[in-house]
């Protein structure tokens, strides 16, 4: 019993505004607004509960694998009269590695992700309006790097959201997106654009999300070596069901996407898939909720990958069901997220048991 206590304890948070582990466990749907998803649309601080703090970790990695990122990262976030301003330190923007298309490069040490990240929020109200928006800075450099190793990174963008009543609105850019190696390629970006749209009638929330992302691969000489390419669209629906600060909500999205490298190699990947995600978040008691969330691509599952030697092609794709719970206690204002998430084959083990953990301190 003691143990299952010191388990409860540790996958924690009651308030409907938590961490990213919350939206690990819902499953990334995308009406979720959290103090995560602010990442997506500055705006969305407007919509929660007060001021607050939030601590982040998970699973480190180089390459942030899904929404979420597997990094250690902070927020605090202050009012200032009608204003609020935001300060995050940490932050990998949603697979930075892959938004800045870096991922593709032909070169291993340039597909880095940012390095000490920090972005400053500032946001204010009109009328019935809320605007924000988010700064974007990382700069790294290594003056002692070896020949063929990581010299340089640096990455600025820029995200303005705005929300009202029944829709929101977000745009982020990319505005610089370089990394480079001692004595060897440079990797560049030349264009970054991801706008999303949203509109909520009733129980319905309607969102589309259009990305087209161009970078380039140099040489030390300056001679172009390889162009990347990525392009995406996003259409969804969520029907989310809310009574006793309980939700039930299940959500179906088409996605499109293709990302291609051309230079030495060329590679390229399409794909067309129809994720479906239902999840169900519930207040067991005043100090604790419970939440998890069940997705798979279904039905629509299309993927051509040339990126691997040899190339591979799926239409439908192999198994995709996973299974993502998680659970929140709250201490007074203080509030710790957990998640375990488990893929097709169901094992738990040190990955997957709290792959997210939160702490929020709302004041």
């Known amino acids: 019993m003691k143990q299952l206590l010191i388990i409860a304890i540790a996958l924690t948070s009651v308030n409907a505004f938590a961490t990213r582990a919350r939206v690990h ?10 103090t995560y998803t602010v990442y997506t649309n500055p705006a969305r601080i407007f919509h929660l509960a007060s001021d607050y703090v939030t601590l982040e970790t998970g699973a480190t990695g180089a390459l ?18 009608d204003a609020k301003m935001g300060l995050s330190l940490g932050h990998e923007s949603a697979n930075a590695s892959s938004w800045g298309l870096r991922r593709l490069s032909a070169t291993p ?22 605007f924000a928006g ?16 990581l010299e340089k990174e640096a990455t600025t963008a820029l995200r303005l959201g705005a929300t009202s009543g029944d829709w929101e609105a977000a745009l982020a850019l ?49 001679v172009e070596q390889g162009k990347a390419t990525f392009q995406g669209v996003r259409l969804g629906v969520v029907n989310s069901h809310k009574k006793d600060g309980n939700e039930l909500f299940y959500s179906v999205a088409l996605n499109q996407t293709e990302s291609k490298y051309t230079g030495t190699p060329d590679t390229k990947a399409t ?34 990958d040339e990126t691997v030697t040899p190339a591979t092609e799926t ?14 206690l709250k201490f007074n204002k203080i509030n710790v997220d957990g998640t375990l998430t488990a893929a097709t084959s169901q094992t738990l083990n040190a990955t997957s048991l709290l792959a997210q953990v939160g702490m929020s301190y709302w004041f």
Do not use: C
Not at 25 to 34: N, T
Not at 109 to 129: C, H, S
Not at 273 to 300: D, H, K, M, Y
């Open 109 to 130: 040490a340039l597909r880095v992700n940012q390095q000490n990240p920090i972005e400053l929020t500032y946001g204010m109200k009109f009328g019935d309006i809320n």
């Open 64 to 81: 942030a694998p899904t929404l979420e990122n597997a990094n250690a990262e902070g927020m605090i976030v202050r009012t200032m009269g």
């Open 174 to 222: 990319g505005l610089a997106n370089s990394a480079n190696i001692i004595n060897g390629n440079k990797f560049t970006g030349s264009s970054d654009l991801n706008l999303f749209g949203a509109y909520t009638v009733d129980t319905m929330y309607f969102y589309a999300n259009v990305a087209t992302l161009v970078a380039k691969e140099e040489s030390s000489a300056g």
């Open 315 to 328: 239409a439908p794709g192999v198994d995709s069901t996973k299974v993502a719970a998680g659970a929140g």
């Open 271 to 304: 794909a067309l898939q129809l994720p479906v995600v239902i999840g169900l978040e519930v207040e067991a008691n005043s100090w604790l909720t419970l939440r998890g969330s069940v997705s798979q691509i279904s039905l629509i599952n299309d993927s051509k």
């Open 25 to 34: 466990a819902l499953g990334h749907s995308d009406h979720l607004v959290d």
């Open 134 to 149: 988010t700064l974007v800075y990382s700069n790294y450099n290594n003056k002692k790097a070896a020949v063929g190793a």
